[in-house]
Every structure is written in C-alpha cells, then in structure tokens.
C-alpha cells in the first residue's frame, strides 16, 4: 500500500498519536469503516515508521511543525515515555480542527476505590495530590475535556501475549495479593469502543471501557492454567496487605455508544467454561 500525505485533509482522516498496539488497531478499525480515508501516526521516535508505512499509516514524529489539522485524533501515548503528559495532550488537542472527534485513551485508575467494591462511569476519582500515577492522567483527561475532546478509561488492556496473566507468567511469584479484583478489556474490544465513540462526535465526556468480568488476580491466573494455552507454569501470589481492587461496570457506556464486547470476559477469550 502506497503511503503518501496528498497535503489536503479528509473529512474522515484521522490522527493517532501513540499508534501501538492499540492504535495500530483503531486505525484497523477506523480505515474498515471510512475507505478513502487517510490514517496518520505520530511517534516518539522513528523505529517503527517501516511498519506503520506497510500498515497504510503515514508516519510523522513528535515535534514536527505542521499545519496539518484533523478531524479525528486520538490520544493513546502511554505516560510513561514523557515528563508532561498533559503538555503533549495539550499539542495533540491543537493537531484537531474541532470537526469530528478528540478522544483521550486514559486509564480506570483514576476511580477512588480500593476496597473490591463497585465502581461506574460516575464514581469518584481519586483527589489531586494523592497520588503521581492519578495526578497526571486527571491533569491529561482534564486539558481533554476543556478542549470538547472526551475521555475514555480503560480497564486493564490484554491480548494473548500481553496483559497482566502474561507479566505473572514470565514473573513466576509475584509479591501482591490474590484476592485483588481487577477489570480487563481486550485491545480489539477497546479499538471498537474507541472508534464507535469517536463516531458519535460528543463532546467533552468521559466513558468506562471494561469487560463487566471483574476477576481476582488468583482468577485470572486459574483461567489461565485451566486454558492449557501457555506452556509456563504460575507459582502464585505471596502478598498479604497491598490494596484491594475494584469491581467495573460500563453498562450506561454501552447503552450510550450501543457497543458491546466480542469478548465478554477473558474465560470466554481463553476458551474456558464459566
């Protein structure tokens, strides 16, 4: 596929800044549902440029001038490859013309809630100052908002070879406790949500994306074992007194966007019976 910037921009074009593994599968998505659209991906770094080219993706790095602007971008950067978070949502708000859609791909983290109980897209978020993790996804989601771009917090993303299961398989023991309830999406069901919220062009809101399974890490790990699909094998959890989880539910997401998952829970992606 040949890749090239025609300098004019589509009403259908889209920007993802951070195309991984998730980007890489909302432009998927995105280029199924708008053919004739032009897809661009901004990165840190030119190693994967080669790649995103094959993708249909037309490359472009951090900090390059333009005055490019587009209709639908999104954000799915991950925190950790920059010291200001909000100041690259901020640059990215500015490559959106204000058309289509602006979507921040955040993270559950946020929900003040440490006790396994229930949590929705109208719970609390944990207070500005507790904590650095919470502090720089509210001070990213809160540019997003202000700009008309929505939200979207993500459960734990996983794939087969990627997520939380596959981290404690290679890590054998690991020091927290079992009985911690943590949430999954798989990343294809996260790419649908992502572009079928985009699609709606809303403004300034904030969805949950979650698999409406909560699982305790010692769940997670026995659906693993049960599946017979990983050759290593889990020694266990040894913690006793690190924090408790939370319980999501994005039912009122769902009715919203009229989405659901292709796969509702990570037994039924693994092959396991309920």
């Not at 639908?72 to 925190?79: G, S």
């Not at 978020?125 to 996804?137: A, M």
């Not at 709606?200 to 409406?212: A, E, H, P, Q, W």
Request: charged fraction near 25%.
């Amino acid at each position: 596929m040949a890749v090239s910037s025609t300098g004019a921009v589509g009403q259908n074009d889209l920007l993802i800044v951070g195309p991984g593994v998730l980007g890489r599968l909302v432009a998927e998505r995105w280029r199924e549902e708008h053919s004739g659209c032009q897809i661009y991906g901004q990165t840190v770094t030119s190693d994967h440029h080669d790649e995103l080219v094959k993708l249909g993706i037309i490359p472009s790095l951090k900090g390059t001038k333009t005055d490019q602007r587009f209709p639908y971008v999104i954000f799915c950067a991950p925190p950790s490859r920059t010291s200001d978070y909000p100041g690259d949502v901020r640059l990215a708000a500015l490559s959106w013309n204000g058309e289509g859609s602006f979507l921040f791909t955040s993270s559950s983290a946020p929900y003040d809630c440490n006790d396994n109980g229930n949590c929705d897209e109208d719970s609390p978020v944990v207070p500005i100052g507790r904590s650095p993790r919470t502090d720089v996804l509210l001070k990213a989601e809160a540019v997003v908002t202000e700009f008309g771009g929505s939200v979207i917090r993500l459960a734990g993303l996983y794939q087969a070879d990627r997520g939380a299961h596959s981290y404690w398989l290679q890590k054998g023991t690991v020091e927290v406790r079992p009985d911690h309830i943590l949430n999954l999406i798989h990343y294809e069901d996260a790419a649908s949500l992502s572009v079928a919220i985009m699609k709606k062009k809303l403004r300034s809101r904030i969805f949950l994306g979650c698999d409406n399974h909560p699982l305790s890490r010692q769940e997670v790990m026995d659906i693993v074992e049960k599946s017979g699909k990983f050759s290593k094998k889990f020694e266990g959890f040894t913690g006793t007194n690190d924090p408790l989880g939370k319980k999501l539910n994005n039912s009122k997401t769902r009715a919203e966007i009229g989405w659901e998952p292709k796969y509702p829970s990570f037994s039924h992606f693994l092959g396991v019976a309920e």
